[in-house]
């Protein structure tokens, strides 16, 4: 850490747990200089102390820290500033693409003459290796080992890689297979509220933060931790030193009174939570939440509403340290001093929230939680919430209007060689999954209790229907059984299947094939229900096109119903022993019941145990060989991890910027594509330019994997970017996947890039609004880059995926209000010039002119979306980790 200025007199001392530490101190800051900072949002004060311990008149400037207190005025800023988190989070599919990063940059500094045990991580990194396992099994008991068997015959070369990366690198932790979901390990385990450092003989104090290769980083937030998702290539540099820029953000509080209802459970209230946020419109914001509603909240829950930040469009969901905090930190087996350290630093910083606070906010939304109804949401955004009463009728009508199927709800088609049929609306797909709702054991043990009252009834899940149960940690397990309630989920199909993302991402596994066979052959609307965050079409499976977030007792409801068609609030899930119908709330367990079970069946030791040796991995993990020394050894035959060409002919001295010449359009999109969309994920199709580069390579294709499975490997990623199976190229109207049309042939996206980069013609692409939310960051980027796509001019775009495009040396632009592609009448087959961009600067205006496919031409004045200096030297440089790279060597 630099020495601080200390421009306004405010490093002290506390003692906290018998032991003195140094820290820098708001309140003392705001009597010396900075006048009504303690009126701030909790979580701008941590951005304030993060200023106030960096400040070296360089980076951070006196000017800088004022600004937060000008904030105050305003409510807002356009104020650039440098913060650093102090460590970054990530999973494997964007961690292994990191490392490689990592491990490329340490060639490239040989070649350029440099140390290469100079490349390493600055900051403390952990990775979780939990994207990787897939739903193969499911149902048995012995699904949970032979899903981590197939994940390491699978992933061996990757893992290999992490392994010889946890060796190499100095400050890189690797979280083996089969531990846990990283948000969830990160808010059991890794994040400590208040972080420590050794320095110069001092311990200095300061808030936990970070910033996470994952979305849903925000989760840290309900235990106070400042965090958010940023792509792999900002984490990169975050680790590699570099600050975050970022301007000082609005932050809109989110004001909850009330308490939940009986039978309410914590995914109904974040769903709500999730559709109010998203109407306010919150994308770049901080959300923070306050008021007494916060008091009838456990921290579980908290977590479980900061989590879904990127669902409801912020930059994070914070909530400010109070004695919940304190009481979850002991209860997961925190060190008691860091527990009292935790206390003492958030009282002296006034950041602890004892309530009555009213800090300033630039805007303000209020919710009564006893308001909150049973919801679930979709059937493809996280923020269209139904209420469950409703869900029956809402899927009717998404039956006309989104698939154009009126009156074929009672459609049903016999299944080959099965004892029953299938049919439109049926839940093919039933999870309990995902960070979001693994983590608060009051909808976990909710869900056991309504599997323990189903089979009670003598309800069964429909045959139809895929379940499975894939928890955030092994301590979920232990809490499970010691409750007696995994017997009961079991005894339905909710067996243990893994410990990761699954279905959520899209590694839900292939279904029966005669059920994939009957929906395909019979184009029938199939479902999902799953206990996750995302639903986006085309990520939970290829064959189910309607995807519905629920908490985990509805997803276990409704494996029991099978459809999506009935009204399981009035209908019956089915039958008893003796005949008579059984309705939902036959089985649903009171808030008493589940209070009482937790109360029983979760402890500390739990936690200590689970984590006392948590990187050490199972016999699998053990048995890896470690190979390589300071650069890594890439094996030419892997086709999991290839040394990417970000490099190549890179020289100390970048080439002067140039204009965009001449540029083809690849793609014309509609609003809304998501990172999902363009970024690879999920399965792999034979025929795809992935499929057959793999073929090529003697890959069979039952073992093709996942795209994010082969994030480290660039020749497979740039086949699959802007390849998803649902994305619509408005240059090939009604037509799904990813094409485009080139000399009036329509052809593969990759095959037709590739053709204009042999042939030295640049590429640009128009979309229209929010382009580029969801959560699959870096190689939405990369993928674009490696593409030879120069810039990308849109109505607006998502924060990170700009923020991305940039890092990779692609130039986002935005049309001016009211305006957008269609409006100036493009097709496709138009020419792009785009010229400034040898002199440019942030945010200026620049003209796109526009050669009609009749010769006339047209120029559109954009907004430049290069936002800030240090965005202004990576464009320069060539992208970020150029800039990084170079600045190592000459160190």
């Given at each position: 850490?630099?020495?601080?200025?200390?421009?306004?007199?405010?490093?002290?001392?506390?003692?906290?747990?018998?032991k003195?530490?140094?820290?820098?101190?708001?309140?003392?800051?705001?009597?010396?200089?900075?006048e009504?900072?303690?009126?701030?949002?909790?979580?701008?004060?941590?951005?304030l102390?993060?200023?106030?311990?960096?400040?070296?008149?360089?980076?951070?400037?006196?000017a800088?820290?004022?600004?937060c207190?000008e904030?105050?005025?305003?409510?807002?800023?356009?104020?650039?500033?440098?913060?650093?988190p102090?460590?970054?989070l990530?999973?494997?599919?964007?961690?292994?693409?990191?490392?490689?990063?990592?491990?490329?940059?340490?060639?490239a500094a040989?070649?350029?003459g440099?140390?290469?045990?100079?490349?390493?991580?600055?900051?403390?990194v952990?990775?979780?290796?939990?994207?990787?396992?897939m739903?193969?099994?499911?149902?048995?008991?012995?699904?949970?080992?032979?899903?981590v068997?197939?994940?390491?015959?699978r992933?061996?070369?990757?893992?290999?890689?992490?392994?010889?990366?946890?060796s190499?690198?100095?400050?890189f932790r690797?979280?083996?297979?089969?531990?846990g979901?990283c948000?969830?390990v990160?808010?059991?385990?890794?994040?400590?509220?208040?972080?420590?450092?050794?320095?110069?003989?001092?311990?200095?104090?300061?808030?936990?933060?970070?910033?996470?290769?994952?979305?849903?980083?925000?989760?840290?937030?309900?235990?106070a931790?400042?965090?958010?998702?940023?792509?792999?290539?900002?984490?990169?540099?975050?680790?590699?030193?570099?600050?975050?820029?970022?301007l000082?953000?609005?932050?809109?509080?989110?004001?909850?009174t009330?308490?939940?209802?009986?039978?309410?459970?914590?995914?109904?209230?974040?769903?709500?939570?999730?559709?109010?946020?998203?109407?306010?419109?919150?994308?770049?914001?901080?959300v923070?939440?306050?008021?007494?509603?916060?008091?009838?909240?456990?921290?579980?829950?908290?977590?479980?509403?900061?989590n879904?930040?990127?669902?409801?469009?912020?930059?994070?969901?914070?909530?400010?340290?109070?004695?919940?905090?304190?009481?979850?930190?002991?209860?997961?087996?925190?060190?008691?001093?860091r527990?009292?350290l935790?206390a003492?630093y958030?009282?002296?910083q006034?950041?602890?929230?004892?309530g009555?606070?009213?800090?300033?906010?630039?805007?303000?939304?209020?919710?009564?939680?006893?308001?909150?109804?049973?919801?679930?949401s979709?059937?493809?955004?996280?923020?269209?919430?139904?209420?469950?009463?409703d869900?029956?009728a809402g899927?009717?009508?998404?039956?006309?209007?989104?698939?154009?199927?009126?009156g074929?709800?009672?459609?049903?088609?016999?299944?080959?060689?099965?004892?029953?049929?299938?049919?439109?609306?049926?839940?093919?797909i039933?999870?309990?999954?995902s960070?979001?709702?693994?983590?608060?054991?009051?909808?976990?043990?909710?869900?056991?209790?309504?599997?323990?009252?189903?089979?009670?009834?003598?309800?069964k899940?429909?045959?139809?229907?895929?379940?499975?149960?894939?928890?955030?940690?092994?301590?979920?397990?232990?809490?499970l059984e010691?409750?007696?309630?995994?017997?009961?989920?079991?005894?339905?199909?909710?067996?243990?299947?893994?410990?990761?993302?699954?279905?959520?991402?899209?590694?839900?596994?292939?279904?029966?094939?005669?059920?994939?066979?009957?929906?395909?052959d019979?184009?029938?609307?199939?479902?999902?229900?799953?206990?996750?965050?995302?639903?986006?079409?085309?990520?939970v499976?290829?064959?189910?096109?309607?995807?519905?977030?629920?908490?985990?007792?509805?997803v276990?409801?409704?494996a029991?119903?099978g459809?999506?068609?009935?009204?399981?609030?009035?209908?019956p899930?089915?039958?008893?022993?003796?005949?008579?119908?059984?309705?939902?709330?036959?089985?649903?367990?009171?808030?008493?019941?589940?209070?009482?079970?937790?109360?029983?069946?979760?402890?500390?030791?739990?936690?200590?145990?689970?984590?006392?040796?948590?990187f050490?991995?199972?016999?699998?993990?053990?048995?890896?060989?470690?190979?390589g020394?300071?650069?890594?050894?890439w094996?030419?035959?892997?086709?999991?991890?290839?040394?990417?060409?970000?490099?190549?002919?890179?020289?100390?001295?970048?080439?002067?910027?140039?204009?965009?010449e001449?540029?083809?359009?690849?793609?014309?999109?509609?609003?809304?594509?998501?990172?999902?969309?363009?970024?690879?994920a999920?399965?792999?199709?034979?025929?795809?330019?992935?499929?057959?580069?793999?073929?090529?390579?003697?890959?069979?294709?039952?073992?093709?994997?996942?795209?994010?499975?082969?994030?480290?490997?660039?020749?497979?990623?740039?086949?699959?970017?802007?390849?998803?199976?649902?994305?619509?190229?408005?240059?090939?109207?009604?037509?799904?996947?990813?094409?485009t049309?080139?000399?009036?042939k329509?052809?593969?996206i990759?095959?037709?890039?590739?053709?204009?980069k042999?042939?030295?013609?640049?590429?640009?692409?128009?979309?229209?609004?929010?382009?580029?939310?969801?959560?699959?960051?870096?190689?939405?980027?990369?993928?674009?880059?490696?593409?030879?796509?120069?810039?990308?001019?849109?109505?607006?775009?998502?924060r990170?995926?700009?923020?991305?495009?940039v890092?990779?040396?692609?130039i986002?632009?935005t049309?001016?209000?009211?305006?957008?592609?269609?409006s100036?009448n493009?097709?496709g087959?138009?020419?792009v010039?785009?010229?400034?961009?040898?002199?440019?600067?942030?945010?200026?205006?620049?003209?796109?002119?526009v050669?009609?496919?009749?010769?006339?031409?047209?120029?559109?004045?954009c907004?430049?979306?290069?936002?800030?200096?240090?965005?202004?030297?990576?464009?320069?440089?060539?992208?970020?980790?150029?800039?990084?790279?170079?600045?190592?060597v000459?160190?």
């Amino acid at each position: 850490m630099t020495q601080s200025l200390d421009s306004f007199k405010c490093k002290k001392t506390l003692t906290a747990g018998g032991k003195t530490y140094t820290y820098f101190s708001i309140p003392e800051a705001e009597k010396n200089g900075l006048e009504g900072v303690s009126r701030l949002p909790f979580s701008l004060k941590v951005v304030l102390e993060n200023l106030l311990r960096f400040e070296d008149g360089r980076t951070v400037t006196k000017a800088d820290i004022l600004a937060c207190a000008e904030w105050l005025k305003t409510r807002k800023s356009d104020h650039e500033i440098s913060y650093r988190p102090a460590r970054v989070l990530m999973q494997d599919f964007t961690g292994v693409p990191a490392v490689v990063d990592l491990a490329a940059m340490r060639d490239a500094a040989v070649k350029l003459g440099g140390d290469p045990e100079k490349v390493n991580p600055l900051v403390p990194v952990d990775l979780v290796i939990d994207h990787s396992v897939m739903i193969d099994y499911f149902g048995t008991k012995d699904a949970f080992r032979q899903n981590v068997e197939l994940e390491y015959e699978r992933n061996r070369e990757r893992y290999e890689f992490l392994r010889w990366g946890q060796s190499a690198f100095n400050n890189f932790r690797a979280v083996p297979p089969g531990t846990g979901i990283c948000h969830q390990v990160n808010l059991e385990y890794l994040a400590q509220t208040v972080w420590t450092r050794d320095e110069d003989g001092e311990t200095v104090a300061y808030p936990d933060t970070l910033v996470g290769t994952d979305s849903h980083t925000t989760m840290v937030n309900g235990l106070a931790v400042l965090g958010w998702g940023v792509g792999g290539i900002e984490a990169e540099a975050a680790m590699l030193g570099q600050p975050i820029s970022m301007l000082i953000p609005e932050v809109v509080g989110f004001k909850l009174t009330g308490k939940l209802n009986e039978g309410i459970t914590a995914t109904d209230l974040v769903l709500r939570v999730v559709e109010m946020l998203r109407q306010k419109g919150v994308v770049g914001k901080f959300v923070e939440f306050y008021g007494p509603g916060l008091d009838n909240l456990s921290l579980e829950d908290a977590a479980t509403i900061a989590n879904m930040a990127p669902e409801y469009g912020a930059t994070c969901g914070f909530f400010p340290v109070d004695k919940e905090t304190l009481k979850y930190l002991e209860a997961t087996g925190r060190d008691k001093d860091r527990v009292a350290l935790v206390a003492e630093y958030s009282k002296a910083q006034g950041m602890y929230r004892s309530g009555g606070e009213e800090p300033v906010f630039t805007d303000t939304l209020e919710l009564d939680i006893s308001t909150v109804v049973p919801s679930i949401s979709g059937p493809k955004r996280p923020q269209d919430r139904i209420n469950l009463a409703d869900a029956a009728a809402g899927f009717a009508k998404t039956m006309t209007d989104e698939f154009k199927k009126a009156g074929e709800l009672s459609k049903r088609v016999a299944v080959e060689g099965k004892d029953y049929d299938i049919g439109n609306g049926d839940v093919v797909i039933a999870a309990i999954t995902s960070c979001t709702n693994t983590s608060n054991p009051s909808v976990l043990i909710g869900a056991g209790l309504v599997a323990r009252n189903a089979l009670k009834k003598g309800l069964k899940v429909k045959p139809w229907v895929k379940t499975s149960l894939a928890p955030g940690s092994q301590v979920v397990t232990d809490y499970l059984e010691k409750a007696g309630v995994q017997d009961d989920l079991d005894a339905l199909g909710f067996t243990l299947a893994g410990y990761g993302c699954t279905t959520c991402i899209g590694n839900s596994g292939p279904l029966d094939p005669a059920i994939s066979k009957a929906v395909n052959d019979n184009d029938l609307i199939a479902c999902s229900v799953l206990s996750g965050n995302r639903n986006f079409e085309g990520r939970v499976n290829p064959d189910v096109r309607a995807n519905y977030l629920a908490s985990p007792p509805l997803v276990v409801a409704y494996a029991l119903a099978g459809n999506l068609n009935i009204n399981i609030t009035e209908d019956p899930l089915g039958e008893d022993q003796d005949g008579n119908p059984v309705y939902l709330k036959d089985i649903w367990p009171t808030t008493e019941e589940i209070t009482d079970l937790i109360r029983a069946s979760i402890n500390e030791e739990m936690f200590r145990t689970r984590y006392s040796d948590v990187f050490k991995g199972d016999e699998h993990w053990q048995g890896i060989k470690v190979e390589g020394g300071l650069t890594y050894s890439w094996p030419v035959s892997s086709t999991y991890v290839q040394n990417p060409p970000y490099f190549e002919g890179m020289t100390m001295e970048p080439k002067p910027l140039q204009d965009i010449e001449n540029a083809a359009v690849m793609g014309l999109f509609l609003d809304s594509i998501t990172t999902d969309h363009i970024s690879p994920a999920g399965s792999i199709k034979l025929d795809s330019p992935a499929g057959k580069y793999l073929s090529e390579h003697q890959v069979a294709q039952k073992d093709f994997n996942s795209y994010g499975s082969r994030r480290g490997n660039h020749e497979v990623m740039m086949r699959g970017t802007f390849a998803n199976i649902r994305i619509k190229n408005q240059m090939v109207p009604g037509v799904e996947g990813g094409v485009t049309m080139k000399d009036g042939k329509k052809e593969w996206i990759y095959d037709a890039c590739m053709e204009y980069k042999e042939a030295g013609v640049p590429l640009v692409i128009f979309a229209g609004k929010e382009y580029g939310t969801g959560s699959s960051r870096d190689w939405a980027a990369k993928g674009t880059n490696l593409l030879g796509v120069r810039a990308v001019i849109a109505q607006s775009f998502e924060r990170i995926h700009r923020s991305n495009l940039v890092g990779m040396g692609v130039i986002p632009l935005t049309f001016k209000e009211g305006e957008s592609w269609q409006s100036h009448n493009i097709t496709g087959k138009e020419r792009v010039t785009i010229k400034g961009i040898a002199d440019i600067q942030p945010r200026q205006m620049m003209d796109v002119e526009v050669t009609y496919e009749d010769g006339t031409t047209k120029t559109i004045e954009c907004l430049c979306r290069v936002d800030t200096l240090d965005e202004l030297e990576y464009i320069k440089a060539g992208g970020i980790l150029h800039y990084v790279l170079r600045n190592l060597v000459t160190s």
